[in-house]
């Protein structure tokens, strides 16, 4: 039996996720991306999304990573409030097709949790981690 190689390019998952999260009524006041913008001092409603590893299973075609939401907000309440919408919105994901990928399954591997933010010390930060299971085509 031959197992399929990966492609020579897989899906850029977290530019996938940020238009999917960036798309909703429910963070559109909140910045949206992989990495904080300049001036970003951890007191304003953002949704940072992070590849954190995960892995490709070639007898199925599937890349599976692990997604980290950073959740920040103004207050603790506002930043858990937020969280949970993003969380809510990833986990809705499954079984839908973005482009030509198929995300089939969302299982939620860790969160939302409070984790302070040495970086930004008066920050309130959640952290989500989810296992997105996207067939690659």
């Known amino acids: 039996m031959t197992t399929p190689t990966p492609p020579a390019s897989f899906p850029d998952v977290e530019a996938m996720i940020v238009d999917v999260l960036e798309d909703d009524a429910r963070l559109s006041g909140a910045t949206v991306a992989v990495q904080a913008p300049t001036g970003f001092d951890g007191t304003t409603a953002a949704v940072f999304v992070n590849r954190r590893g995960g892995a490709w299973v070639g007898e ?41 990928n198929l995300v089939t399954e969302v299982e939620e591997q860790d969160g939302p949790r409070w984790l302070p933010d040495y970086l930004y010390s008066a920050a309130n930060r959640y952290v989500t981690v989810m296992k997105v299971y996207v067939d690659v085509y």
């Open 60 to 100: 199925r075609h599937v890349d599976q990573p692990l997604i980290e939401l950073e959740v920040y907000g103004p207050t603790k309440h506002a930043a858990h409030v937020l969280a949970n919408d993003a969380r809510q919105i990833l986990l809705s994901m499954a079984n839908n097709r973005y482009g030509t």
